[in-house]
């Protein structure tokens, strides 16, 4: 009779030519042997795809998934779909492990998601983000530790962690949204479990080199559709963050900022947004809040963006 592993690691991949060799070997030089891997070639047009064949025909317990591309939550969904293991761990591409990251002692451990340590770098910089060891034993341990860090990168991200597959169950990455499709899949997640056990050795390297702000810009649409969800998910974790709640807002105005200066009033005048901004601007500053307002007018944004755009002119005309 053939085992399921204990352990499936999902990377998803897209023209990751360059670091997956780096993410895969990561699993491979692992002293903890009882896994299974999944590579999901989300349609790449580089040589991705052959480096995830040429890795299964090496080591049976790799299995390649090529895809149509579909985004990194499809690629995710389809691992999710063929996962066999007890547990299941996220790997990103262009980010690693490090070595005996997966040694645990797995019949000592029954919480419903493990929590660990983690390494930021960068061409510029390396930082260790130190998890403060503890375990989590029921539901209100839990929400209060949500009620403080969830603003933190751990909880809103799927990577230096190990979840439950029982306790993923139906949940998956929503592939209508393209930025913060994993803090909703980790809100979901957290909504249905009981306890969490934080460790302090480190797991995961994650690669920060690029900036979301610069990588990806949202219609206003797409923005209102995420908000939407992430206020949603949050309200049933029943806690009241105000960070996570402005963290929310902002970040999607900011990701649409240039379809708002196209199209203003499909921002100002939406219901969704309006609902949106009054549950948050308790959390703003005053000079924000009237700032907003002010802005809230077409002719007076019309008015400013003008000036901007003069301004910029000017600056550059001293360099010709």
């Not at 919480?111 to 770098?121: A, G, K, N, Q």
């Not at 939406?270 to 549950?279: D, H, I, M, S, T």
Request: glycine share 2%; aromatic share 16%; with cysteine.
């Amino acid at each position: 009779m053939i085992m399921n592993p204990l352990i499936s690691i999902i990377v998803p991949i897209y023209n990751s030519e360059k670091t997956l060799n780096r993410c895969v070997d990561s699993i491979l030089q692992q002293t903890f042997t009882d896994w299974e891997l999944l590579l999901i070639d989300d349609g790449s047009k580089d040589s991705s795809g052959d480096i995830c064949d040429e890795y299964a025909r090496k080591d049976p317990r790799i299995k390649v998934f090529h895809k149509e591309n579909g985004g990194v939550s499809s690629a995710r969904n389809v691992g999710l779909d063929n996962a066999k293991g007890e547990w299941i761990t996220f790997v990103d591409s262009d980010d690693w492990i490090v070595n005996n990251a997966l040694d645990i002692d797995y019949d000592e451990v029954d919480e419903d998601l493990l929590l660990f340590s983690y390494y930021l770098v960068s061409s510029k910089k390396e930082k260790l983000e130190k998890m403060t060891q503890c375990v989590l034993s029921n539901k209100n341990e839990l929400a209060s530790f949500c009620e403080k860090y969830l603003i933190c990168t751990i909880l809103r991200s799927p990577w230096s962690k190990i979840f439950k597959r029982e306790k993923i169950n139906s949940i998956r990455f929503d592939e209508n949204i393209r930025i913060g499709e994993d803090t909703l899949f980790m809100f979901d997640y957290l909504i249905g479990i009981q306890s969490c056990r934080v460790f302090n050795n480190v797991f995961y390297v994650y690669n920060c080199e690029n900036s979301l702000y610069s990588k990806y810009k949202l219609s206003i649409e797409e923005a209102v559709y995420a908000m939407e969800k992430l206020f949603q998910s949050y309200d049933m974790l029943s806690i009241v963050n105000g960070q996570v709640e402005k963290y929310i807002f902002l970040d999607y105005k900011l990701y649409c900022y240039e379809d708002i200066c196209e199209h203003h009033n499909l921002w100002f005048r939406n219901a969704l947004v309006y609902k949106f901004y009054n549950r948050v601007k308790r959390y703003l500053d005053f000079n924000y809040r009237i700032r907003y307002y002010i802005l809230s007018y077409n002719a007076v944004f019309r008015l400013v963006m003008f000036y901007k755009k003069m301004k910029r002119k000017r600056l550059i005309s001293l360099f010709l």
